[in-house]
Every structure is written in C-alpha cells, then in structure tokens.
C-alpha cells in the first residue's frame, strides 16, 4: 500500500501538471470509487472547476478545487495516478481531462481505492479530525507528543505506529524501518516503550519518511510514479523483506514474525524482544 512517501511523491509530481488547471471532464467507471455517491453526482461535483492545490494529509491526496469544493482521493492497496499513460493502461478506474489535453488516469487493479466529496474548508478538517492524528513531519509531532500518545497503551507499538488516528501515513515498510533504526521490537507494548527509546523513535519515523522521500518512494507492489517509473527506497530497505539476511547492524539473521496482524521484519539482536513474548518465526504466526 502506498505509504505517506509514495503518496507524496506522486503529490509532488502531480501537483504541477494539475494546480491551476481545470477538470474538463471526468468519467468515474467504477461505482465503488465514488461510494456513496453515485459515479455521475460525484463526477458532476469536479467537472469545470479549478485545481487550486493538489495537498497531502497522511495518505490522502487532497484536490481542493474552486469554490471551496475538495476531494479526499485514497488509493489504498493499489491504487496509482497515471498522466497521458501509453498505451491505455488496463484497470483503469477513472480518466480525467484537463484543460490543455492532458490526461489523468486513476488505475486501481484491486478496487480499494476512493474519492470523496467533501464541501467547504470545515467538512474537510472534520474529515480528517475523525480520521488522522498529526503529520509525523509537521513540527508539531514533538517526542512529548509521541510519548503523551503511548502512554498507558498496552497495544504493540507497531500496531499503534500503524494506527492513522494517532499517527498519519506510517504503513508497514516505514513503521519496520523506523523500529529497526530505533532498536525497538515491534512487540513492545507502546505503553512500556522508554524515555530514551522514545525520542530514538521519534527520530528514526522522521529520518525512515523523509529517506522515503528522498527515494521517491519504495515500490513493492503496483507504486509506481506518475510517469510510469517506480520508486527505488525498496533497495534500502534495511529489514522489510529482508528475511533470512544478515542485519545490516549485527549481521544476525533477520526474521520474519506477525504483528499488528501483518508480516513483519525484525533483527532479534537489535531489537531486543520483551519478556514474556514467544516470538514466532514466519508462518508461525503466533500473537500479534
Ligand atoms: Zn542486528
């Protein structure tokens, strides 16, 4: 699934074909995409207004379009934003014209992905108010503030890195990455995470997003940019899909286990696990 790095990388690449441009017309050929609004209502909502700013907020691209009509676009498994793809992509969700002739292409094989409507500036904060906790790269999400979050929580704290309601747009890769570089297991409950593991983590999130960034994304499944090309971070993966390697660190074998009900990657040498956790190698898939 598109993480925060990958959906703002196609952010940035997008937003200056679309910004100022206008949506001439859009053909929604997927009614799941729109949900609950029927393909036409939602279609006849964007077309003739203006992309005044193509945002980002956790894994949301935000369209905010003339007249103070936005649109809460997530592409969810696999979902991507292809401009004038040739030939025509197959899967294709959605085509959008814009003035001036280029086209937008929304492809989504596995049909998770959605676009909803939202009208004026305070149906979009309440939007993500109920949705998202704070922006990992905003200046705002502190190591207090991370800390004031995990307090008391007996959930994993990979669990808890991956809930968007506390944190937006860590997906596995990046919460993986960041508990290696922090030498925290994933199993740890949040609540019993130190101090001094704390203000690790707080750093290895912000240093594990922006090297994503910076690589334009990993791609693993579908992630590709808008242009068609893929992202490179998967080659710097220093445990996701590292399994049976040697850690980049220690070179103990990594291992493969279960949490937050997803596979996960984790040098045991590093990451020391916490008492009383049977850790399972993969397949086993004990405790989560
Ligand atoms: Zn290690």
Redesign the pocket.
Known sequence: MPELPEVETIRRQLAPLVEGRTLQRVSILDGRWSRPLAPGELADALQGRTVERLGRRGKYLVWSLSDDVHLAQHLRMTGTVLCDPEPEPSHVRVRIELDGGSRLTIVDPRRFGTGELLLGGEALDAFFDARLGLEPLDERFTVEHLRTLARGRTAPIKAFLLDQRRVAGIGNIYADEALYRARIHPLRAAGRVSAEQHVRLHEAVIWALRAGIEARGATIDDFRHVDGVWGSFQNRFQVHRREGEP??????T?VKLVAAGRGTYV?E???RPPRGTRVGRAGSGRRS
């Open positions: 850690c980049p660190r220690c070179g103990t990594i040098c040498a590093c990451q």
